[in-house]
């Protein structure tokens, strides 16, 4: 939809429409390196707003366009239910990350991030590795999740997977009363930083893996990483994931995948993984409800890697990060009593809690706003 302004302008409102529930979105072009990324800022209530890097070959920019949109909302939410005085927002950046990454990429990437002058911190995320940030430290302040030896808190992944843990301990106990992970089966989407971490402790707990990955490599040193222990792996293909039964779905990899082609093959118990925004759209949540398979929202347990990179800008200490990722299970907890009680779906319990916080703090700074010397406007 265009409409022409009075001052001539021909305003594009589809575009508007798109960004209408964010705060900025930046879209960064630096031929040179060949970067073309975006960056999306959700909202910034709580605090500046906080969120890693993706790359991807995103086959179209609508398509980067939307991820980003949608990536940078679930960090509001994510930062709210995790306690952290940080909003939302999320980069992306367009390119195969196996053949499209480069020094001068990632520097040039650190001077937009500089640009936004602490709006926006940013670290690793799908397709990006610690690695790839020592380059952007050249360039700005405003990034977290790099290796110890540059002085930050070294892989999220690790603390993402410990969080995913609590999570299928948390879900295990609401639906068996006991927490084990042992003797139970569990089919695993993606083996990257984060899934290959959780497959790994589930074989060492004694647990079945149904795994699946693009990557074949991963699937081999999965497979390798059974010996010794009394868990087993089996691989199957990639789309096979959603048809396997058993008592886990614990998708790692892509979000949207609970869907309406994939929702109604799923015969697991309940879906714990950290790949952001699984659920296609919001009326999917519902439907897994209806099917009696519990669902763990995303943003709940999968956030232990943001509290390690919110903890580092506070100087990094590894209790404090592992007691705030505990605090997955409780909270997880909570959140399935709430929706039983309710009669609502666990991701409206999870949303309402962060909502709730998020009006708390509207409140307050409206309140402290109101004690500034209002601005004189000599104009007027
Ligand atoms: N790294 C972290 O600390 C955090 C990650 N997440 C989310 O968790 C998910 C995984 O993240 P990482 O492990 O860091 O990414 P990664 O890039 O290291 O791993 C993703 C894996 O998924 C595989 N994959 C991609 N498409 C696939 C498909 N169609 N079927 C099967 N496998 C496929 C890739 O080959 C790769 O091994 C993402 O959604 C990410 O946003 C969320 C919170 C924190
Ligand atoms: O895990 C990270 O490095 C940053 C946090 C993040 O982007 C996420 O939780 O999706």
Redesign the pocket.
Known sequence: MKQQLENNVAVDHDIFQKFSGHEQVVFCNEPASGLQAIIAIHNTTLGPALG?T?MRPYESVDEALEDVLR?SEGMTYKCAAADLDFGGGKAVIIGD?NEAKSAALFRAFGQYIDSLNGRFYTG????TTMDDFVHTIKETNFINGVPEAFGGSGD??I??AQGVIYGLKATNTFLSGSDSLAGKCYAI???????FKIAEHLLQAGADIVV????KE?IALIEQKATGTSGTVEAVA?DE?YNIEADFFVP????GIINDFTVEKLRVHAVVG???NQLREARHGKILHDKGILYAPDYIV?????IQVADELYGSNKERVLAKTKAIYNSLVEIYKEANMEYITTVEAANRKCEKRLEEQRRRSNFFARSRRPKWNIRE
């Open positions: 890693g993706r990536l990350p690793t995320d799908m397709g999220s992944s603390p993402t989407q993606g083996l990257g930083k984060v899934g699946t990955d693009i990557n991963l990639n994931i790692c990899a892509l979000g950290s790949a952001n999968n956030a232990g890697g943001l």
